[in-house]
């Protein structure tokens, strides 16, 4: 039989290929060039076992074929699968636009009766939905047509064999020739013995969704009978072993354990997070490394909402995982760019609503989104750093002095507190170490700062970031740096240096008084045509470095995190110093138009300048270069039209009255072009799309909201759950409060962390003990990682600061990409390796290599004999024998 498939997407092409090797011609239909030459190939653009060979074997036949042509498909055959994208938005609900759209092409192209088969994920009804759009297109009314329902059970990684092997076909029809047409087509999978269900449409269409929700809620519920088992002291084995006889009930899926897992950024894509210090621009990676190093607790991030522009949001959960397949990148007007795996959803301004679509499904000249600062991030007028709390916990406490005449007349009160040593000098001119008044600092209170006795370098305690503190920031951001020397006396010294051309005399007259108001000591040197100042203090440059978080070398520098949360005056005055250092005010077209150009070397500057820009509702074009045979990649921040260039204009000071009038000459205000702007966003069009295959880690998080903002200031969705999401969506469309199902969703998001609050009650203190892991694959017998609780276990207990011992028989090589041996993370290279000296044995994976050991041998190896088991595995009685401390999941515990 003749069969057409639309969309060629991860359903759409196992579909087409698995119905072309059971004999049918199928003719699949792909709109996206890029998508279709590699599928011309012979090749798979998604990673899935044995889809390529199934590709190239049934093109080589001539039963499989792809075009981009939809009406070529549609005279192709008299059945037509419909497999394009359904993406969800936030609330699960789903965007159904190109289901419509090949709808209504199939009806104004068909010349025929043709039967129209549903196998993308839709909500129940929607075949409803394609019965009247067929007849509102539908020219010549006489035509008959048949929507079927069929709805798709795969699982990535073995989407092919779960195709060919089916548990069940489920078909949903609603006329006698559409059910001979779908009894014909799997036929040769009948013959075999697959059952084939056969049903309403309606029917068909929610048992793909009350499937999938159904082994949600079952294994959440039986987690939650295993949290009841603990309580009263009962076994959860026993009790799922009781219910599964039952074959009302059956035993799959009763086993508790740590819950259900299920789209990613690149590493050195960009989001903005708010920490202690501020608002900081980090990479995915080193988000992940940070959060690694420390509890992800309290950190949020940097997001939006349509209504109410730039936002923070709780950051709840971040992982990341292994990828091998095709990432796309997305190359946007005004030079902005993300790099994000195909099925990551996206934002885009759709019939002037922002909708949810997948990245693959994404084209050239759809609109993304970029939003704009309503309010200030934070209520707040001033901040404040106060140095003594910043270099209590840094590594210059031993060197840092306190002065103050304060201390000579309260000298008897503080040389109780400190030792015999220094009280000579606290007596004589007021100076103390903080490491003698540590514990009673809250008591001594201090103007100045330094390092050595000699005042010139002292630094004020108590550091207020107003006006023109981060006016010098930005100034220090683009013509400041950091070098490190020896002194006289042989110590490290660190001087921190602003460059300036020497005619430059504003910016270096605004950067002197800055300094002579804070008190600071500066030297300054002249040679040729620069004009230095240097500050030589190492509190200094801890705080520059540190704290502010600014960087030391043109590569490495950022927008402070504090300006970011600050008010729009104090961010203005930062900006105001960032362009009189490195902008540039640019005469164009024989000098009757205007344009203002600022470079830098650093990625993250260039993506906070970007962001500080769009907090002013201004959209500057980036251009990422290689100048002059240089191989430092430049990126190039240009600000057009009439009101943006006035208002960054001003910021340059005397400079810009000779530049002013010519603006004032304008004939007419021109608007800026290549975006369009919107009442709290303004939107860039989709230039190219470029896919590469990628090898390597990819990084998602999930927010509050469910969006973030990412690279040059992007509104981006998060990744989320599909199945129960959209279910519990379908049902509130119908008025129904599915709770049950809404709790089923939160259970599972708490099982690890219920998981990991069992390891620490078992060891008390998780902080420098050493900890065993047996198992890190997803589940037994295979090395695939993706959506493993071990990841997200393993980094709580390096937050926590345990030391870790790793073993797995197949998947260390893919978990050792993601956590690299360090000193607080080993890999064993076997069971027993693994718990030599540990204080607890923790268990993940149920392989049958664990379930036959040597106890004793195990016991005699550990530091403490206690295991804590996430699939339990063992008898109790066993444990009993044998000594152990061991905690399962819903069974009474061994201590």
Partial sequence: ?????????????????????????????????????????????????????????????????????????????????????????????ADLSQVEEAVRQIAENMDGYKLIVEKSTVPVNTHKRIEKTVKRYLKDKNIE???????????????????????????????????????????????KGFPLVITNTTTAELIKYASNSFLAMKISYINMIADLCEKVGADIKEVAKGMGYDKRIGSQFLNAGIGYGGSCFSPDEIVFVRTDNGIETLTFEELFKKGKGESIQGLKILSAEEDEGLKIVNLDFLTVREYEDYMLEINLS????????????????KDNEIKTVLAEELEVGDELVFPFLKNDLEEREVLGINLIDELEKSDLLEDVLLHSLEFIENFDYIKENS??????????????????????????????????????AEIPSKIRIDGDFARFLGYYSVEGFIIEDLGRNGKVRKRI???????????????????????????????????????????????????LKAGRNSDSKAVPPQILISNRDIRREYLKGLFRGNGSIVKANKGKNLYIDFATVSRKLANGVILLLQMEGIIASVREKFYNKSKVLTYNIRINGYENVRRIGELFGKKWERYKNILS?????????????????????????????????????????????????????????KDVKAFIKIAEDYGLDFSLLKDTDDINKNRRKQFVKKIEEALWVVKDKNIAIWGLSFKPNTDDIREAPSIDIVN?????????????????????????ESSRLKYAYDKYDAVKYADGLVILTEWDEFKNVDFEKIKSLMHTPIIIDGRNIYDLEDMKKYGFEYYSIGRQKLD
């Fill in 1 to 93: 039989m003749k069969i057409t498939v639309i969309g060629a997407g991860y359903v759409g092409l196992v579909t087409a290929a698995c119905l072309s090797e059971v004999g049918h011609e199928v003719m699949c239909v792909e709109k996206l060039p890029s998508k279709l030459e590699i599928l011309c190939r012979g090749m798979s653009p998604i990673y899935e076992p044995g889809l390529n060979e199934l590709l190239q074997k049934n093109m080589n036949e001539n039963r499989l074929f792809f075009t981009d042509k939809i009406e070529e498909g549609i005279k192709f055959s008299d059945v037509i699968f419909l497999c394009v994208g359904t993406p969800q938005g936030e609330d699960g609900k």
């Fill in 145 to 191: 047509f048949d929507v079927a329902s069929n709805p798709e059970f795969l699982r990535e990684g073995s989407a092919v064999y779960d195709f060919m092997n089916p548990d069940r076909i489920v078909v949903g029809v609603n006329s006698e020739r559409a059910k001979k047409i779908m009894e014909e087509i799997y036929k040769p999978f009948t013959d």
């Fill in 334 to 349: 005004m030079g902005r760019k993300i790099k994000i795996t195909k099925d990551h959803p996206v934002l885009v301004l």
């Fill in 419 to 456: 030792s015999n040593k220094y009280q000579y000098d606290i007596k004589r001119v007021g100076t103390v170490r903080l490491r003698e008044v540590i514990n009673i600092k809250e008591s001594v209170y201090t103007d100045l700062l330094s390092t050595i006795k000699n005042r010139k």
């Fill in 497 to 547: 240096g602003l460059t300036f051309n020497k005619n430059e005399y504003e910016y270096i007259g605004d950067v002197k008084g800055i300094l002579n108001r804070l008190g600071i000591h500066f030297t300054e040197k002249i040679e040729g045509n620069a004009h230095t100042i240097f500050i030589s203090s190492r509190i200094f440059g801890y705080l520059l470095e540190n704290v």
């Fill in 665 to 721: 000459e304008y004939k007419r205000e021109i608007s800026p072009i290549g975006y369009r702007l919107k009442k709290n966003y303004a939107v860039l069009k989709i230039k190219d799309i470029k896919s590469y295959h990628y090898k390597g880690n990819v990084y998602s998080l999930e927010s509050y909201n469910f969006k973030l903002i990412s690279s040059y200031g992007l509104f981006i969705h998060n990744c989320f759950p």
């Fill in 796 to 820: 709580s207990l390096l937050q926590m600061g345990a030391n870790l011992k790793l073993y797995d028989p197949q998947a260390r090589e893919h978990f050792q990409a993601l956590f690299p």
